[in-house]
C-alpha cells in the first residue's frame, strides 16, 4: 500500500507537499525516532506502521545496526570486588559510527541477566533464558523490543529452562537448540518461537547433545555449532547440525570448526556453509552487520580489549580495522549481539 493514499498521513510536515515531508521524515535517522513519535499523533502512527517501515527498506533507507549485550563500565573499586558486572544493550551503527542504548527491560532494571541470549526478528528484539544475577537461577522469561514504539512487551516463556544453548531466527520465526538443563544435563532438543503470534512450536530433535554451542541462521537454514555432550564436559565437537527451515530436518555438517575450541559468540558462516575466523581469539564476539562485521575481543591473553570492523569481501585473511574514539560507557565488555534492520 502507498503510504500516502492513507488519509491518516496528509500534509505530515505544515507547508510542505506530503512526498516531501514522507521523503524528510524517512531519512531520519532511526536514534531520533523516539523523539518524534512524541511531535504529534500523525507522526506517532506513520513511524509506528508497517507500511512506514516497508517504505524505508524499498528507499534503502532501514540501517542495520549492531545490538550488543555490553557491561556497564565500572568503577576501579567496583571491579576488584566479586560482584558480577550489570549488562545494558547497546546499539552500535557502522555508517554513522554512533553509539547508543535500549531502553531498559522494565523488570531487569539493575541489568539483564547473566549470559542472556539476544536475538533479532524483522525488526524486533528478542531476549530470553539467562541467569539471575543474585541467585544464579537460570530464567525462561522473554521479552520483545519493538523499535517502532521504542516499547518491551513480555512474551510467553521458554517451553524448559536452559542454559547456553543456541539461537537464531529466519522467516518470522526465532529458533532455540541445544544447551544444558538445570542439572548440566546436555539437550538435544529444540524450539521456534514466532513473536507475533508469541507461541513456542516444538522441533524435531538434533541428531546429538550439544552444550555450549553456537547458533546461526542463514540461507534458510539454522545452523548450531559444536557443542559437547554430558560425558564429555568441555570438550568442544568440530561438527555441526544444520536444520532446513523449510522442510525441519536436520543434517550433520563434519569439520566445520576447531575441536576443542568454544564457539560461543563467534562464529560465522556465510551461505556456502564457509566458517569465517573472526580475527581475534580472547572474549570474542563477532555480529555481521551488512557489508561488515563488528568484532571485539583480545588477540591474545593479556592483549587489550578492542572494537573493530572487518569488510566481509576480504576473505579467510581479513584485517581488522580498530575502531578509535569510542565514547565514554560504551568500551566494557560484549559479551553477546546480533544483526537488526532498524
Not at 563467534?266 to 563477532?286: A, Y
Request: charged residues 25%; contains cysteine.
Amino acid at each position: 500500500m502507498d503510504i500516502l493514499s492513507n488519509p491518516e498521513f496528509i500534509e505530515l510536515i505544515p507547508g510542505l507537499p506530503s512526498e516531501l515531508g514522507l521523503e524528510c521524515l524517512t531519512r531520519l535517522h532511526h536514534s531520533a525516532h523516539r523523539v518524534a513519535l512524541r511531535v504529534c499523533n500523525q507522526w506517532r502512527h506513520l513511524f509506528q506502521s508497517d507500511d512506514f517501515y516497508c517504505h524505508r527498506k524499498k528507499t534503502g533507507r532501514a540501517r542495520k545496526v549492531a545490538c550488543l549485550v555490553q557491561a556497564r563500565e565500572q568503577h576501579a573499586e567496583v571491579e576488584k570486588s566479586s560482584t558480577p558486572p550489570s549488562y545494558d544493550i547497546t546499539v552500535f551503527d557502522p555508517e554513522s559510527m554512533s553509539w547508543d542504548r535500549v531502553d531498559p527491560v522494565p523488570e531487569y532494571s539493575l541489568g539483564l541477566p547473566l549470559f542472556c541470549q539476544l536475538i533479532s526478528c524483522e525488526g524486533n528484539l528478542v531476549v530470553m533464558g539467562g541467569w539471575n544475577p543474585t541467585s544464579y537461577e537460570p530464567l525462561t522469561a522473554v521479552f520483545v523490543y519493538d523499535f517502532r514504539t521504542n516499547m518491551w512487551r513480555r512474551g510467553n516463556d521458554m517451553p524448559e529452562k536452559r542454559s547456553f544453548f543456541a539461537t537464531g531466527s529466519g522467516q518470522g520465526r526465532v529458533y532455540v537448540a541445544g544447551g544444558h538443563d538445570e542439572n548440566k544435563n546436555a539437550l538435544k532438543t529444540a524450539w521456534t518461537y514466532d513473536p507475533r503470534s508469541d507461541e513456542w512450536t516444538a522441533l524435531a530433535p538434533m541428531n546429538q547433545e550439544r552444550d555450549e554451542c553456537e547458533g546461526v541462521a542463514v540461507g534458510g537454514e539454522f545452523w548450531v555449532v559444536s557443542g559437547y555432550a554430558t560425558e564429555s564436559q568441555g570438550m568442544f565437537d568440530d561438527s555441526a547440525e544444520v536444520l532446513d527451515i523449510g522442510s525441519g530436518q536436520w543434517r550433520k555438517a563434519e569439520g566445520v570448526w576447531e575441536s576443542g575450541r568454544c564457539p560461543r559468540s563467534c562464529v560465522d558462516i556465510r551461505e556456502n556453509g564457509r566458517v569465517v575466523d573472526p580475527g581475534l581469539r580472547i572474549g570474542v564476539c563477532s555480529v555481521r552487520v551488512g557489508s561488515k562485521n563488528f568484532v571485539t575481543g583480545s588477540e591474545n591473553e593479556g592483549a587489550p580489549y578492542g572494537f573493530y570492523l572487518v569488510e566481509n569481501d576480504e576473505g579467510q585473511k581479513r584485517k581488522l580495522n580498530k575502531i578509535n574514539n569510542v565514547p565514554e560507557g560504551y568500551s566494557g565488555f560484549v559479551q553477546s549481539g546480533c544483526c537488526v534492520e532498524i
